[in-house]
């Protein structure tokens, strides 16, 4: 079993910044692969962005070049630097981990992003 705590979310203007953090306890040493996925309402869950224990990350094409995925895997937290905050990066925000077939996730944070 993994548990995924997030935190980070918040208000900010477009053109603002965020960095959100999931902090991983449990099983910690069986997650393969960890990343965010985000929710705006009415809309589907979409992946945002993506760090394997080994491997390069990987982001949305929405997101790349202003979002920053990267792992401090003594912590067992991985983070999310959001930059250039824009309107339609408003959402519930999801830490995801991938454990022995299993797909595990936090509770959400919420971003809210205003003009």
């Known amino acids: 079993q993994v548990q995924l705590v997030e935190s980070g979310g918040g208000l900010v203007q477009a053109g603002g910044a965020l960095r959100l953090s999931c902090a991983a306890s449990?099983?910690?040493?069986?997650?393969?692969?960890m990343g965010w996925y985000r929710q705006a309402p009415q809309k589907a869950r979409e992946w945002v962005a993506g760090?394997?224990?080994?491997?390069?990350?990987n982001y949305a094409d929405s997101v790349r070049g202003r979002f920053t995925i990267s792992r401090d895997n003594a912590k067992n937290i991985v983070y999310l630097s959001m930059n250039d905050l824009k309107r339609e990066d408003t959402a519930v925000y999801y830490c995801?981990?991938?454990?022995?077939?299993?797909?595990?996730w936090g509770q959400g944070t919420q971003v809210t992003v205003s003009s």
């Open positions: 760090i394997p224990t080994l491997g390069r990350t």
């Open positions: 995801h981990a991938r454990c022995r077939g299993y797909d595990y």
């Open positions: 449990g099983d910690t040493d069986c997650i393969s692969a």
